[in-house]
Nanobody, 119 residues
Framework: QAQLVESGGGLVQAGGSLRLSCAAS????????MGWFRQAPGKTREYVAS????????YYAESVKGRFTISRNSAKTTVYLQMNNLNPEDTAVYYC????????????WGQGAQVTVSS
């Protein structure tokens, strides 16, 4: 199983921006998609954004459309989540995940990156 490492989290004031990065190490495998999820304290994990690997199509939760952008580098080695116009409701631990082609299910997860947005 690949090891996913998120970076770029931190503390930001409302209206500010952060960019999260996700890098994979270890064995490689065919990917259906990579995505970002988040989990706030006391709440269940929720979907944020994803990018399908074959065509680079992007998808977003309604709550982040127009504010967040998921992307990958040209070498397809790193996935990013650009987060603009952050608000306190975006405070959560953000997880990067891979959905392998074999399952199309997000079953490879990183350890998470804390994003805290202050008012």
């Amino acid at each position: 199983q690949a090891q996913l490492v998120e970076s770029g989290g931190g503390l930001v004031q409302a209206g500010g921006s952060l960019r999260l990065s996700c890098a994979a190490s270890g064995r490689t495998f065919s990917r259906y998609a990579m995505g970002w999820f988040r989990q706030a304290p006391g709440k269940t994990r929720e979907y944020v954004a994803s990018i399908t690997w074959s065509d680079g199509n992007t998808y977003y939760a309604e709550s982040v459309k127009g504010r967040f952008t998921i992307s990958r580098n040209s070498a397809k080695t790193t996935v990013y989540l650009q987060m603009n116009n952050l608000n306190p409701e975006d405070t959560a631990v953000y997880y990067c995940a891979i959905a392998p082609m074999t399952t199309r299910s997000y079953d490879h997860w990183g350890q998470g990156a804390q994003v805290t947005v202050s008012s």
